[in-house]
């Protein structure tokens, strides 16, 4: 463990890490409430952190005296890039992909076809963790705009693909 915030002799010391410039007590700490801050977090911010408060001339129990927390920092997913694999001729099969570099938790995805012949997609044809469409059969009808939405408890972003058969 890295000690990065104390509170000793009435001193507040913050400890020399990339979080010094971002964090800090809420309150004073007059007020017993001894809740700490973390301005701009980042997805390296996350981890386990853990409180211990030291009474002068009191009996340490270490069961007693330590708080944990654990900090996941959310990332969403960054725009994701579409592809079109295979050839796009009557009767073909291909496969729409989707994946975004970046997002935690790991985004899920969902594909649609854009109106005016909107559609919507279940498996086996799509596989929501993967990112990928499977188009099998194709015919004219197919052609249109497909757009895929990366999604995770932080945010989507989309893209789109136009596919002419």
């Known amino acids: 463990p890295v000690q990065i915030l104390s509170y000793l002799g009435g001193v507040v010391k913050v400890e020399e890490t990339d979080l010094k410039p971002r964090m800090g007590f809420l309150y004073p700490i007059d007020t017993h409430n001894i809740s700490v801050f973390i301005n701009a977090t980042r997805e390296q911010d996350s981890g386990q952190y853990m409180c211990t408060?030291?009474?002068?001339?009191?009996?340490?129990?270490?069961?007693?005296n330590v708080g944990i927390i654990n900090l996941t920092v959310?990332?969403?997913?960054?725009?994701?890039?579409?592809?079109?694999?295979?050839?796009?001729?009557?009767?073909?099969?291909?496969?729409?992909?989707?994946?975004?570099?970046?997002?935690?938790?790991?985004?899920?995805?969902q594909w649609q076809r854009e109106p005016p012949t909107l559609q919507v997609f279940f498996p086996p044809a799509q596989d929501r963790a993967r990112g990928t469409?499977?188009?099998?059969?194709?015919?004219?009808?197919?052609?249109?705009?497909?757009?895929?939405?990366?999604?995770?408890?932080?945010?989507?972003?989309?893209?789109?693909?136009?596919?002419e058969v």
């Open 53 to 64: 408060v030291n009474v002068v001339d009191d009996t340490i129990r270490l069961d007693k």
């Open 74 to 109: 959310l990332v969403p997913p960054a725009a994701p890039t579409c592809q079109l694999h295979g050839n796009a001729v009557v009767g073909a099969n291909v496969t729409l992909s989707c994946s975004s570099k970046k997002g935690k938790p790991s985004p899920m995805y």
């Open 133 to 163: 469409l499977k188009l099998t059969n194709l015919s004219l009808e197919m052609s249109g705009v497909y757009v895929c939405r990366a999604e995770n408890q932080a945010g989507s972003k989309n893209c789109s693909i136009v596919l």
